[in-house]
C-alpha cells in the first residue's frame, strides 16, 4: 500500500504548487497527484479548478487566459501571508521536479467538455517526450474516458487509471476499452467486496480523498493498493 498526496501536500500549503509538490518530494511521498488542463496559449497548466476564482487572486477561466497571464496570478496568498507570490505552475516544472527526485506522478487530465480532450493530451504528451520522462515514473487519471482513450493512443505504455465516484454498472467494460491499470473512487463508495473484485480482475484500487487516519485503516484491511491524501505527512496508518 503507498500513499499520494494530493495536489502536493496541500494541508500544509496551497494546492498544485510548487510549495505543496516539494513537501511532499521532503516527507519522501512516493507519489504525486496533480491536475492540469490548458491555458489559452495551450500551455499545460497545473490547477484544479476550471476558473483561477478560488485559489488565485484572479478571475476568470482557465482556459482564456494566456500562461503569461496565469504566470502573474499570485495562487499562495489565500493559503497564507508565506506562501504570497507563490505561482500557478506549468506541468513541465512539475515534470522536473519528479524527474529529479524520481518521484511517481499521477496526472489528473482535467477535461471540461470532451471537445478539450485530444489537444490537452497531445500538449501533455508532447512535453513527457521532449522532457525525456520515465514513463515508469507516469500515471494519466481522468473522469473522462476519452482523455484516457486519447492517452492510450498517444503513450500506450503510459499507465491509465479512471477516476469514478463508484463503481458504474459498466465498469469491466470501460476499463477494458482504456486497458487500465487502475481504478480511483471516492473511498466513501468502496469497500472490501469492490476491491477484491477489481483485483481478481487484476487492476490496482486507489481511493481519495482520505485525511483521517481512522478512515484510512479500512481501507487497509480492505486491500487497497493507494491512499490519495492532503495531509501524507500526518495519516498515521498500520500497513
Wanted: aromatic share 8%.
Amino acid at each position: 500500500m503507498q500513499l499520494t498526496a494530493h495536489r502536493g501536500v496541500s494541508r500544509l500549503a496551497p494546492e498544485n504548487t510548487i510549495a505543496a509538490f516539494q513537501l511532499a518530494v521532503d516527507f519522501k511521498v512516493p507519489w504525486i497527484e496533480l491536475d492540469v488542463q490548458l491555458s489559452s496559449d495551450h500551455t499545460p497548466i497545473v490547477i484544479h479548478d476550471f476558473t483561477v476564482n478560488r485559489c488565485t487572486n484572479g478571475r476568470g477561466k482557465v482556459k482564456n487566459l494566456s500562461s503569461n497571464e496565469l504566470k502573474k496570478l499570485d495562487a499562495g496568498i489565500w493559503f497564507g501571508d508565506q506562501f504570497e507570490n507563490e505561482t500557478i505552475p506549468t506541468l513541465e516544472q512539475v515534470l522536473n521536479l519528479v524527474k529529479a527526485n524520481n518521484t511517481s506522478l499521477n496526472i489528473e487530465l482535467k477535461v471540461e467538455n470532451d471537445a478539450d480532450a485530444a489537444l490537452l493530451c497531445a500538449q501533455v504528451a508532447t512535453l513527457i517526450e521532449v522532457n525525456q520522462i520515465d514513463q515508469d515514473l507516469l500515471l494519466f487519471s481522468s473522469f473522462s474516458t476519452l482523455a484516457l482513450l486519447e492517452m492510450k493512443q498517444r503513450l500506450p505504455t503510459i499507465r491509465r487509471g479512471q477516476l469514478w465516484r463508484d463503481l458504474p454498472k459498466d465498469a469491466l467494460s470501460v476499463l477494458n476499452q482504456i486497458d487500465a491499470y487502475s481504478v480511483h473512487c471516492d473511498y466513501r463508495f468502496i469497500d472490501k467486496q469492490n476491491i477484491e473484485f477489481l483485483h481478481h480482475e487484476n487492476y490496482r484500487v486507489f481511493c481519495y480523498t482520505v485525511n483521517f487516519s481512522e478512515l484510512a485503516q479500512p481501507m487497509i484491511a480492505g486491500g487497497i493498493d493507494n491512499i490519495i491524501t492532503d495531509c501524507p505527512h500526518d495519516l498515521n496508518i498500520q500497513k
